[in-house]
């Protein structure tokens, strides 16, 4: 069993944040057998955007591997966690109300802008994201997204708070003592009970070093390097690769 875990934005998805660019490669990573699995620091309600728009039918990993969504009958046996719709949902991360909290209360100091006290507008603004994904982005239950400072130091106090602060392409993410990687070993543990597993990772951004640590094969594209992967300069080439 092949399995692979795709970033989001920067990997798969470009500035327009369009699902139709990367359909083709998700297709035939899927006609050749791969278990696709997103593993982005978007949201549930994002991510369940693009796994509609492309047909997936496993699990998703959200807001930088604080939770996994497993679609019920996914794996032949029982999965602990909570209930949530038609998934059972494996919590990694701290809630979202925690993270809040304590961002809240450093923001005036330190000039902080995030999902979580922008409007709609903002948000926009910040993330390039049309207003239908950017509502679907600030439904968020795990984590934050940090858009612009205006000095230094917020790092450190989010850490003495317990809350672990990951640089993705472009923003500041805020979560619990979880990371990608964390939530991938998870879910390879659970294919590996199916039989033996060849594990695959792309991404592009430093909080995806934990994801690309845990694979057999890993990928990076754009500008980040990670020791034991390979660079690509686009999915296309994925595929040549893989396939």
Request: hydrophobic share 35%; charged share 30%.
């Amino acid at each position: 069993m092949r399995v692979i875990f795709l970033d989001l934005d920067g990997t798969l998805l470009g500035d327009d944040y369009s699902p139709e660019p990367a359909e083709p490669i998700i297709r035939a990573l899927l006609d050749a057998g791969f278990e696709v699995i997103l593993n982005s620091s978007k949201t549930f309600a994002e991510q369940e955007h693009y796994r509609k728009a492309w047909r997936l039918r496993g699990p998703l990993v959200v807001e930088n591997g604080s939770a996994i969504f497993i679609p019920d009958g996914y794996f032949p046996f029982e999965v602990p966690g909570r209930r949530r719709g038609k998934y059972t949902v494996i919590e990694l991360g701290e809630r979202y109300d925690r993270i809040k909290t304590v961002l809240d209360k450093i923001a005036p100091e330190y000039g902080l802008k995030y999902y979580g006290n922008c409007t709609l507008g903002e948000v926009t603004s910040f993330t390039g994201l049309p207003e239908s994904l950017a509502r679907l982005a600030m439904m968020r239950d795990y984590s934050e997204t940090i858009f612009a400072w205006k000095k230094s130091g917020f790092e450190e106090s989010l850490s003495r708070a317990g809350l672990r602060v990951s640089r993705g392409s472009r923003f500041i993410g805020v979560t619990g003592s979880t990371d990608k990687g964390r939530a991938a070993r998870e879910l390879l543990r659970m294919y590996s009970r199916l039989g033996r597993v060849e594990s695959y990772a792309v991404g592009d951004g430093e909080n995806d070093l934990p994801l690309l640590e845990v694979v057999d094969h890993p990928f990076t594209v754009g500008t980040l390097r990670y020791r034991r992967g390979r660079n690509i300069s686009s999915m296309n080439e994925l595929l040549e690769v893989v396939l």
